[in-house]
Each structure stands twice: as C-alpha cells, then as structure tokens.
C-alpha cells in the first residue's frame, strides 16, 4: 500500500516528468506527446516505487525488467530513466536528433535502462514473455512488467503472446494495457472496436485487474496483486486520458504524434507550472 | 564425395541434443513443426528448455529474443517459408536491430520441400535475411557440414540464420576443415568455376565432371556461409578462371547468384552466369522432376559453364 508521502511523491514526480516530455518533444518537433502523457502515471509508479532496478548497474541479473511494447511512448520512459539516474538528465534534449542515445523508439543497444527494442506494435508482449519465461527456466526471483496500447491490441501477435503467457503460466508477468481509447486515426472502438477487453483477457486466461490509470493507490494496488496472483499472468486495464496532464491535449487525438508549436508548448509548460 | 546421403535436419535434430548437454543455457523453440525439423529430439532430452509456441510464427521471433536479452542462447525453427517470410518483421525488429544472439535454424528451403508445392516452398530466403544488418546466414551442402555450422554458431556474437533443405543430401565435406567464413575449395579447376550451396553443391561436382568429357577444367567451389561472403575466394576464382557459374536452389535476383555477381562486379569484372530458379513461384513434384523443370541441373551448368568458355577463348 503506497503511504500518502509517497503519493504525494510520486504526484509531484509526474510533473516532472511531464515538463520533461513537453520540453523534449517541443525541442525535437517530433514525437508521440499523447501516448507518453497518458503512461506518464504508470511509468512513474514503477520506476521510482515497485521496480527492483538499479540505475548505476542496468545489467544487474535479479533487476525486475520493464518492456514498452508500445515503443512511441518511449519520451515518458526516457524520462523517468534520466529522472532515475540512468542518464544526465540534459541529455534527454537529444531525443530524435542525429547521434542520440535517445532514439524515436526505444533501442536497447543504445541507452542503459531499455529492456528491449520496440516499436513496431504487437511484438514487445512477445519479447516480455520470453524475458518472463527465463525468469522461470533460472528460478529467479525477478518480475517482468510490460505495457501495451489499446491501438497496439488490434496486432495478432498481442494474442499470440497472450495465449503463450497463459499457457506457460507466466506468473512473474505484469502486463498495463494503457485503456487511453485513441489512435493515430481517431477513436479506437471506430477504428476496430476492442471491447469487452476485459472479457477477452479473461477468456485467454489471465488475471484481469481494471483500474483508473492516474490514480496513484489504483496503480499501486493492482501490482501489489498482481504479485499474489499464482499460475497466470496479470492484465491491468488502465483507463487513462491520452494527452493527460495538458488541458488542451487531453483526448485531443491530433496530439498522438504532433509535437505541440511554440505557443502551445509554453503554454503547457504554464499548465505544469514551469517555463519552457 | 562418396554417395551415401544424410539428412541434414536429423544432423540438427542430433547436434542439438549434444550441445544441449554442455550449454544450458541453449534453449529450442518451434512452431507446430518439431517433428519436422527435429527439434522434437531436443524436446525429448530437456523438456524444461524447450518450448512449442504453436502456429505463431512472429510470437516465436519475439519469444526468442526476450530469452536471448535473458542470457538464454536460443535456436528456433520452423520451416523456412514461415521463419523468414511470416515473422520478417519480427526477425528484423525484435532480433536483428538489438543484434541478439537468436539462431534461426529453417528447414524445408527451396523448392523441393515435397508435393505442397509454391505455399511451402521457400526461394527467396536468402534474399530477405541477407538484406538484413547484422545477420549471418549459413548454407550447409551436407549433413557434416550442417553439424559443423550448429556448432560454431552457438557463440557467434549476433543473429544467425542457417538454411537447411528437406531432403538428404550426399555426404562431401567429411573430414573437412571448416571455418565459419570460408569458401571450400572442393575441386581445383583452370578454366571456369562452379560456385555453388547447399543442396546443389553435389550437383556442381557432377558438373564438373561432365565438363571434363568437354575438355573444361572447372573448379568447384562451396559457399556455406552466405554472409558475410567470402569475397577473398570469389575475387580469386574470378582472376583465375574465365568466369564463373552460381547455382543455388533459390531465386537468381537475390541469392548466391547475386551476392557473387555483386563481389565480382567491384572487385573483378567477369562473367557470371546463374543457375538457379528463375523469377517464378515452384509447384508440386518429386525434388528430382521439380529441380529438373526449374532448370536446376547438371546438364544447365555445363551447358553455362561452355558458354563461357566459348566467349573466352
């Protein structure tokens, strides 16, 4: 159970994090403002309360992994990487510029603190249950946490990795589905229709859990359970608001992948209480 | 060469279960097919690393390379047609670009995979994995050859792919040095020279025996290893014969025949003719027929191999 200190913690983490993401995009002029802000919450709950990681030693064998499969969000997670210390912080300007670490998807080869390159969508679930399945093969003690979109959920592969995680029994999987309803071409359920998600994973055979996705305690719960859950893996449908944190980029679809002008950026930079 | 054939899947089947004795970190994936491409017999020997991810071909990629971030040293397969085509993008995304150490091991290549015919057949691998960065691609001629190749790539620093055919295949490289790279010298020749992988490298040997009765000295040449190519050899055989035939069992626009023509091309302008199947899709029929109607054979060689003999004289 997260403590109220820690909620306030972690709250004011969030912001950070998303001036980071606001700063980044703006600086690059490309990148996926909406899908980062809406995982924003999740990130910052992992990183800096219920992963078992060690930023000055990436590679060490028992750390807990995380894999973004929906690799366009990577601003969000660059950020809590460079707010954990993986990497100066200064660096995260670089994002999308020639000769960064800070690649538009995330790139395991070149930046300590990616579990794994992603960003062609349906394949990072696959990859989280092969890194769970060693887990299993070594006897190790270490979670493997993934998050995934809902847009990213239209991929064959996301149900071919859901049946294998069932069938192995992957109980050292946690898996966020980050439930922000939007995709590059606008609402998801026009576009092919996703519900009942709640059902399906159920029927594929996992622990389902819904949550509000912005909600610290929510969160917080829902991996605590998931640790409890024996012989299956664990689905959190997190409900979140694409764009959340910046008024006029929440459930605004044109944000998916538009990094905000001038203007916009200061202006929602003032709306997370700092200067650009 | 002695005649006596081998299947080059039992030989991976078999070598698998070798090493998977001493390396435990090796594990074996598959995707519905162990029973054909063998891995069922590391399946049998070590339960507990070997897993079966049913007809899910991209899963089994990804799989792979989330065990291979974990230290494991995974060797996957499938049939060719599905390892290379079906998960391309998984083959080239989860694997490839984060450089893992995933062992692509297809079996039932080119075109004489038995009656399924064209949606079985797989000529047009080569291409697709030699596009790729970081890869190295292997094409044993034999089953020695095929344990060879096992074995050296469970250490190999990146992704690899090894291109097994279906039907055995006489023995030729028993006993022979290998190394991971280069080119064999199976038979020295003056004036034109065989370049050849894989299931028609017993056939270049025929080959070039026939030439003789023309009066043509032809080398022969086995390229197992199709990248990196050994552009050493090539340019060699280029500056020393009149010119030099590809043939392959796999499309002539981006296989063998091409990546020679490529080395020849900046390194030693000469003739390159390719024996190979041409730009069509196969159909059913018995390997021998099929290989036959596809211009696959002794008789296309020699008669590519006088051309140039002709031109050059």
Redesign the interface.
Known sequence: MLTDEEIKFLTEKAIVVRRHIIRMIYNAQSGHPGGSLSATDILVALYFKYLRHRPTDPGWADRDRFVLSKGHGVPALYAVLAESGYFPKEELLTLRKINSRLQGHPDARKLPGIEASTGSLGQGLSVACGMALAGKIDKKEYRVYAMIGDGESESGQIWEAAMTAHHYKLDNLTVFLDRNNLQIDGCTENIMCLEPLKNKWEAFGWHVIEINGHDYREIGKAIEESWGVKGKPTMVIAKTVKGKGVSFMENNVSFHGKPPNKEEAERAMKELGDTL | MNWKKESLRDAYGKTLVELGKERKEI?VLDADLSSSTKTALFGKAFP??F?N??I?E??L????????????I?FVSTFAVFATGRAY??V???IC???LKVRIVATHAGLTVGGDGASHQMCEDLGLMRSMPNIAIFSPCDAPQTREIIKNVVDYPGPVYVRLVRQDLPTITEGQDFRVGEAQVLLDGSDVTIIATGSMVSTALQASNELKNHGISARVINIHTIKPIDIKTIVKCARETKGIVTVEEHTVSTGLGAAVAEVVSEHYPTFVKRVGVPDTFGESGEPEPLLKKYGLSVESIVRKAKSIVEVKK
């Open positions: 594990v507990e690393r897993f991810v049913g899910a991209q899963n990629m990804s799989i792979a390379a989330g065990l291979a971030y974990s230290g494991k995974p993008d998984q080239r995304q989860s670009y984060p450089n």
